[in-house]
């Protein structure tokens, strides 16, 4: 009641108490920054270990565990899961949110490689990742039509990628089979 008495009593006070916030609010839209694509940085490290010709149970035992062992003491480690497969085997380290994803992946290779003498002799060399979003595609082109393989083949890589490359923003790197 006491605002609906004061809008009648004195309009004007009324007025420009709201012209003030429409004009605060103008002023914030104008200054707003507006990031549309933020650093982004999930604090994970990925490790796949292949072990040609190996069974899953054989990866599993005898690399995905000691290596899930090995980097169980880290600091900072939120969960481990992994994964075997027939000839390979990989695990997903994820990490607190406030760890450094950097120092995390430098903190990963010397565990794996201090049991890299006790896995089998014919376990491949181990790949060490770390997850980076801004790496991720943004955009996707996929061609179909009533062309054959070779043509769509040839448009995507003579026409339509020269034009992608050239767009200002647009990152250098383009499909493996375009490029």
């Known amino acids: 009641m006491a605002l609906i008495r004061l809008a009648i009593v004195r309009p004007l006070a009324v007025l420009i108490l709201i012209l003030g916030i429409v004009l605060m ?3 914030s839209y104008t200054r707003m920054r507006v990031d549309r694509f933020p650093a982004i940085s999930f604090p ?3 490790v796949s270990i292949p072990y040609p010709g190996a069974s899953p149970s054989d990866v599993e035992d005898l690399v995905v565990k000691p290596a899930e062992n090995a980097v169980a003491g880290l600091a ?4 481990i899961s ?3 497969s027939e000839g390979s085997g990989s695990l997903n380290i994820q990490f607190v949110e406030d760890a450094d994803v950097n120092q995390a992946a430098m903190d990963v290779e010397p565990r794996i490689a201090a049991i890299r003498a006790r896995l089998p002799d014919d376990v491949g060399d181990p790949s060490i990742v770390k997850a980076d979003a801004s790496a991720q595609p943004i955009v996707s082109v996929a061609l179909s039509g009533p062309q054959s393989l070779e043509d769509l083949f040839r448009l995507a890589n003579d026409t339509i990628l020269p034009k992608l490359q050239s ?3 647009v990152a250098e790197r383009a499909h493996p089979r375009l490029a």
């Open 167 to 169: 767009t200002d923003g």
């Open 76 to 79: 900072g480690v939120s969960s």
């Open 25 to 27: 609010g103008a002023v």
């Open 44 to 46: 994970a490290v990925f």
């Open 82 to 84: 992994s994964t075997s």
